[in-house]
T-cell receptor, first 112, second 112 residues
Framework: EAAVTQSPRSKVAVTGGKVTLSCHQTNNHDYMYWYRQDTGHGLRLIHY???????EKGDIPDGYKASRPSQENFSLILELASLSQTAVYFC???????????FGPGTRLLVL | SQWGEENLQALSIQEGEDVTMNCSYK?????VQWYRQKSGKGPALIILIRSNEREKRSGRLRATLDTSSQSSSLSITGTLATDTAVYFCATPGTQVVGQLTFGSGTRLQVYA
């Protein structure tokens, strides 16, 4: 069973502050993804990476940066947090293009 | 049925009943994945169906795929209270390699 962990599990941030969400996977998966989920809606892709030291933009990258310092770790960075970024954030990983995505437990972010 | 930015649908049924959830997708695909998300957890793949299968069964789950109408369904027979969750369909994205595009989801509440 693939293991994807996220930290923190929840966070309260102030508007304009910097927030870093972390994701760690232990299965040597190539691909990693960051999604956000808003209450009552599906998941939307923010950033993704298919190799260490490289990140790509997803569907809604504005206001977010990503960092993949190693195969195991993938971070999502909100340089200037805004109220509209209140959501639940999920990290996922997969081995190859056609394989299943394995999701972490999510980080609940509240921006005040 | 679910897709895109429509609000989450909700269904409430009694344990033992059968239920079917529908999903209509916008772009042609040859594979549909169904994920289940329990409260406080990340989504987890429960069944994957390809266009050459038309129907796929896994335990009490049954998925269908109709590429001509660009729709898929997920049926659960003899529901249990533990089936309570949000169910998403997902298809490969067209813009990002390996991306999944998620529907808005169906919230299923099964009462004991």
């Amino acid at each position: 069973e693939a293991a994807v962990t996220q930290s923190p599990r929840s966070k309260v941030a102030v508007t304009g502050g910097k927030v870093t969400l972390s994701c760690h996977q232990t299965n040597n998966h190539d691909y990693m993804y960051w999604y956000r989920q808003d209450t009552g809606h599906g998941l939307r892709l923010i950033h993704y990476s298919y190799v260490a030291d490289s990140t790509e933009k997803g569907d809604i990258p504005d206001g977010y940066k990503a960092s993949r310092p190693s195969q195991e770790n993938f971070s999502l960075i909100l340089e200037l947090a805004s109220l509209s970024q209140t959501a639940v954030y999920f990290c996922a990983s997969r081995l190859g293009i056609q394989d299943t995505q394995y999701f972490g437990p999510g980080t609940r972010l509240l921006v005040l | 049925s679910q897709w895109g930015e429509e609000n989450l649908q909700a269904l409430s049924i009694q344990e033992g009943e059968d239920v079917t959830m529908n999903c209509s997708y916008k772009t042609y695909t040859t594979v549909v994945q169904w994920y289940r998300q329990k409260s406080g957890k990340g989504p987890a793949l429960i069944i994957l169906i390809r266009s050459n299968e038309r129907e796929k069964r896994s335990g009490r789950l049954r998925a269908t795929l109709d590429t001509s109408s660009q729709s898929s369904s997920l049926s659960i027979t003899g529901t249990l209270a533990t089936d309570t969750a949000v169910y998403f369909c997902a298809t490969p994205g067209t813009q990002v390699v390996g991306q999944l595009t998620f529907g808005s989801g169906t919230r299923l509440q099964v009462y004991a």
